[in-house]
């Protein structure tokens, strides 16, 4: 089945940028979704149809796209933004969805 | 307010049968797809399958049809999530979801559930 590809860990001092990227064959043709999890809570919704931001999230939170890949980008990182992402999609058809595997975001 | 309320944690035996449960208020039930997402102990989020509670349409990720079973009664908002014989393999949280956009698949979760525990061992 079809499946969404990304760093295990990235990692960043407070203030720099983050670059989140996910990649899979059918993501020029369905959107990309990220969600912030943190430890104990449920994942929220951080960026949808590749690049839109739900209202009450920070601007610092963008959202690209490129062929086969899409990036999640925190600009201005703040400690509180440690957590994992998963990047999230349809496969070809759009009949089910899937998620990346997740990244760890560590704020030294 | 729009909210998912998903019932309590269960410890089962391997070969029982499960059916947990989640709630939507504050929305159109019948108006947006709803989903679970399974996270296994200290592992990442997998995407199951969707139900859209208006006629029962339900779509299953390929890792999952057959295993498990989506049903919704939008008498009373609910969706549930249903095994037949729970394996140790089973053991997770398990999430509910809405899709973001009314009628609109696929989409983004935009509102979950505080999650359901299922510890499943003899």
């Known amino acids: 089945s079809y499946e969404l590809t990304q760093p295990p860990s990235v990692s960043v001092s407070p203030g720099q940028t983050a670059r989140i990227t996910c990649s899979g064959d059918?993501?020029?043709?369905?959107?990309a979704y990220w969600y912030q999890q943190k430890p104990g809570q449920a994942p929220v919704l951080v960026i949808y149809?590749?690049?839109e931001r739900p209202s009450g999230i920070p601007e610092r939170f963008s959202g690209s796209s490129s062929g086969t890949t899409v990036t999640l980008t925190i600009s201005g990182v703040q400690a509180e933004d440690e957590a994992d992402y998963y990047c999230?999609?349809?496969?070809?058809?759009?009949?089910?969805?899937?998620f990346g595997g997740g990244t760890k975001l560590t704020v030294l | 307010e729009v909210q998912l309320v998903q019932s309590g944690a269960e410890v089962k035996k391997p070969g029982e049968s499960l059916k947990i449960s989640c709630k939507g208020s504050?929305?159109?039930?019948?108006?947006?797809?709803i989903g679970w997402v399974r996270q296994m102990p200290g592992k990442g989020l997998e995407w199951m399958g969707i139900?859209?509670?208006?006629?029962?349409?339900?779509r299953y990720s390929p890792s999952f049809q057959g295993q498990v079973t989506i049903s919704a009664d939008k008498s009373i908002s609910t969706a549930y999530l249903q095994w037949s014989s729970l394996k140790a393999s089973d053991t997770a949280m398990y999430y509910c979801?809405?899709?973001?956009?009314?009628?609109?698949?696929?989409?983004?979760?935009?509102?979950w559930g505080q999650g359901t525990m299922v510890t499943v061992s003899s």
């Open positions: 139900i859209y509670p208006g006629d029962s349409d339900t």
């Open positions: 999230q999609s349809a496969d070809s058809s759009g009949t089910y969805g899937v």
């Open positions: 979801a809405r899709l973001r956009e009314m009628y609109n698949t696929p989409d983004a979760f935009d509102i």
């Open positions: 149809k590749d690049s």
């Open positions: 059918a993501l020029p043709k369905q959107y």
């Open positions: 504050g929305y159109s039930f019948t108006s947006y797809w």
